[in-house]
């Protein structure tokens, strides 16, 4: 099944989402004129490092490939290809995008005590992992996912609370805001394991289940969810290349596979950089006082 298929099933517009092109081309240029032109409008702002350009500017495109490529309609069939969305769009995604923007930029955000107040609740590790964890889960419960799949307006209210839940969840470890930063390098170890295993019975009921527990990849999707627009399709529309609970168990085994890359890739490095701090520290400062 080639792109050129699926753009002439489904429509330019549906395949490739021009709406959600230009709204990521304008984020992408909002960005870049805040941390260029604009930066003498924000207090302490300095230059932004290369690292988090090219952070930013990943976390768009996987923004744009989870939501408005092939990828989506293929999410409408393939359990599989939802997994890899929802792995893109919820782990990966915020990450890129919270790392690739300076601190200066955010501090707006806690210009205000309200505003300070909110975020100071709404970040603490324990409601960041508890809000995005069950919320993913109850996503995938089988009457909410088909629900999803058959309704725009739950599909993209969906869409954004797990966005939101999965910024506020990546918080506590990136730490953008140093004033309500409450964790130690080695408890950002542990929030992130936390995450790991609050995630799993919902991938293991997905992948150990004995039967599809899914209506809409058992048989077919009646609706095509975009973040602008729907459109009616049908199962003959796309060929379906695995039986649908063996799809549904590779959906299970790919979004925990791509949570273990990313959580143990970010473990790697925040346990690397807590080595080095350690091992640079005088020998005076180690010693009880």
């Known amino acids: 099944?080639?792109?050129?298929?699926?753009?002439?099933?489904?429509?330019?517009?549906?395949?490739?989402?021009?709406e959600l092109m230009l709204l990521t081309a304008l984020l992408a240029v909002a960005y870049f004129s805040?941390?260029?032109?604009?930066?003498?409008t924000f207090a302490?702002?300095?230059?932004?490092?290369?690292?988090q350009k090219i952070s930013f500017s990943l976390g768009l495109v996987l923004f744009y490939?989870?939501?408005?490529?092939?990828?989506?309609?293929?999410?409408?069939?393939?359990?599989?290809?939802?997994?890899?969305?929802q792995s893109l769009l919820y782990l990966i995604m915020p990450l890129l995008l919270l790392y690739g923007?300076?601190?200066?930029?955010l501090r707006p955000l806690i210009a205000r005590n309200w505003s300070r107040r909110l975020l100071s609740v709404i970040t603490h590790p324990i409601p960041a992992v508890l809000l995005f964890n069950s919320l993913f889960s109850f996503y995938h419960m089988p009457v909410v996912l088909d629900l999803a799949m058959n309704n725009l307006?739950?599909?993209?209210?969906?869409?954004?609370?797990?966005?939101?839940?999965?910024?506020?969840?990546?918080?506590?470890?990136?730490?953008?805001?140093?004033?309500?930063?409450?964790?130690?390098?080695?408890?950002?170890?542990?929030?992130?394991f936390a995450n790991g295993v609050l995630l799993t019975p919902a991938c293991a009921l997905i992948i150990f289940s004995e039967t599809a527990m899914y209506e809409t990849y058992v048989n077919g999707p009646s609706l095509l969810c975009a973040p602008f627009f729907s459109a009616p399709i049908d199962k003959s529309m796309f060929a379906v290349p695995l039986p649908p609970h063996e799809d549904q168990r590779l959906g299970g085994i790919i979004m925990k596979l791509m949570q273990e890359m990313t959580y143990g890739?970010?473990?790697?490095?925040?346990?690397?950089?807590?080595?080095?701090?350690?091992k640079n520290q005088p020998e005076d400062e180690l010693l009880p006082q």
């Not at 805040?34 to 003498?40: A, D, E, S």
């Not at 923007?101 to 930029?105: C, D, I, Q, T, V």
């Open 65 to 85: 490939f989870g939501m408005g490529s092939p990828l989506n309609v293929a999410g409408h069939f393939l359990f599989s290809a939802h997994m890899l969305q």
């Open 153 to 192: 307006a739950v599909h993209n209210m969906i869409h954004l609370v797990l966005l939101l839940a999965a910024l506020i969840m990546w918080i506590p470890v990136l730490a953008p805001f140093p004033e309500i930063n409450r964790l130690t390098d080695l408890q950002k170890l542990a929030y992130l």
């Open 1 to 18: 099944m080639t792109l050129i298929y699926l753009t002439e099933t489904f429509g330019f517009r549906a395949t490739w989402n021009p």
């Open 44 to 51: 302490d702002a300095t230059p932004a490092k290369r690292r």
């Open 101 to 105: 923007m300076p601190r200066w930029l």
């Open 34 to 40: 805040f941390i260029g032109p604009l930066r003498h």
């Open 265 to 278: 890739a970010v473990l790697a490095y925040i346990f690397t950089a807590w080595y080095k701090k350690e």
